[in-house]
């Protein structure tokens, strides 16, 4: 696997690649990498010639700079990880690489409608940050598949709805989420959870699968009130628990009228903010 540092070195290669009529895969990450970032390598590499990745913690997402600066960044592990896993390029750029005129030029597109809810009033601006560098990486790499996980449901909604808006042909593909044998999501955060909260850390699938489990027993007021309540144990704090509809993201109050919907919550686990999902029907 050859690493690149400077965008005018990958966008040389890659165009070497394309020219031989190679198609592109691209999974964008910000390190710290684990098996479930490895499941959307293997599911490029089986779908497409050339799998890039990118290792890149991107300042202008973090609207808590504490965040920013404990984020864990493991460049040589991640990089062995990939290449074990048949990722072709490794792109690991600075911030000058990325953003050269400055990261406060952003492009022109409103996702206010999606990011009303959930992570959105909680993370002022994330959002925001996720599409600038996402298009950034998109215009740098151009790839055909864009492989992100569902583990971040909202990010890949506003993901998809830029990918329309904009009207760019690279097509984004959706991966399960890969859970621990105790059912707790994989994320590059669950490494800063203590040895006791990483214990008690299962409730959010658990939570979110007896709500599955009741969600034609129960209203989703009751519903909602019930999972506040499991989650809500010593050393958590649940932030928001939402049943939403899967297209719009928007809350819904009665399963039934909707074709698509996801129960998604965020929990403070101590310091570390867990995020998890699950799609109801
Ligand atoms: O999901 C992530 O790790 C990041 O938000 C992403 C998509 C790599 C953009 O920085």
Known sequence: MKVYKTVRGLQRQLDKERKNGKSIGFVPTMGALHAGHMSLIKKSTSQTDITVASVFVNPTQFNDKGD?????????KDAKMLADHGCAYLFAPSPKQVYPKGDQETIQLDISQLTQYMEGPNRPGHFEGVVQVVHRLLEIVVPDNLYMGQKDFQQFSIIAYMLKKLKLKTKLVVCDIMREEDGLA???RNVRLTKANRAKSPILFQTLSFVKKNQNKYKVKTLEKKALEMLDIRSFRPEYFSIVDGKTLAPVSDISKHKFVVACT???????????????K
């Not at 920013?68 to 040589?76: A, M």
């Open 186 to 188: 994989m994320s590059s």
């Open 68 to 76: 920013l600066k404990k984020y864990p960044r493991t460049l040589e």
């Open 266 to 280: 965020a929990v403070w686990a101590g310091e570390v903010r867990l995020i998890d999902n699950m799609i109801l």
